[in-house]
């Protein structure tokens, strides 16, 4: 069974300009990666993460309660390299949901 990568970021939520960071460079190849995203307020979820070239990844974030209980749907984000070592990004935009 896969490890799931560990995303973190600074916030309770994302939002178009926050970055995630990931410990080690982002997956090169297409294929969808599990991952678990840790928020600063302690509140986490399940996300799936998914190189879409080069320089995008998608990450699909499924549906989470912040730690004041404030519930978050379910979203998609494109993200987009915030440096030049692969291991942070910044979300670019948010995705229609599929």
Same mark, same amino acid.
Request: glycine residues 4%.
């Given at each position: 069974? *896969? !490890?799931a990568l560990l995303l973190r970021t600074t916030r309770s939520h994302l939002y178009p300009g926050s970055i995630v960071t990931l410990?080690?460079?982002a997956p090169r190849t297409a294929k969808p990666h599990a991952v678990v995203i840790e928020f600063a307020d302690g509140s986490g979820a399940a996300a !799936?993460? =998914?190189r879409i070239d080069a320089n995008a990844l998608e990450l699909a =974030?499924?549906?989470y309660v912040t730690h004041k209980?404030? *519930?978050v749907a379910a979203r998609r984000w494109l993200l987009e390299p915030?440096? !030049? !070592?692969?291991t942070a990004w910044r979300v670019a935009r948010k995705l *229609? =949901?599929?």
């Open positions: 069974m *896969p !490890t410990d080690h460079d !799936t993460l =998914v =974030v499924d549906a209980r404030h *519930p915030s440096g !030049t !070592t692969h *229609p =949901v599929a």
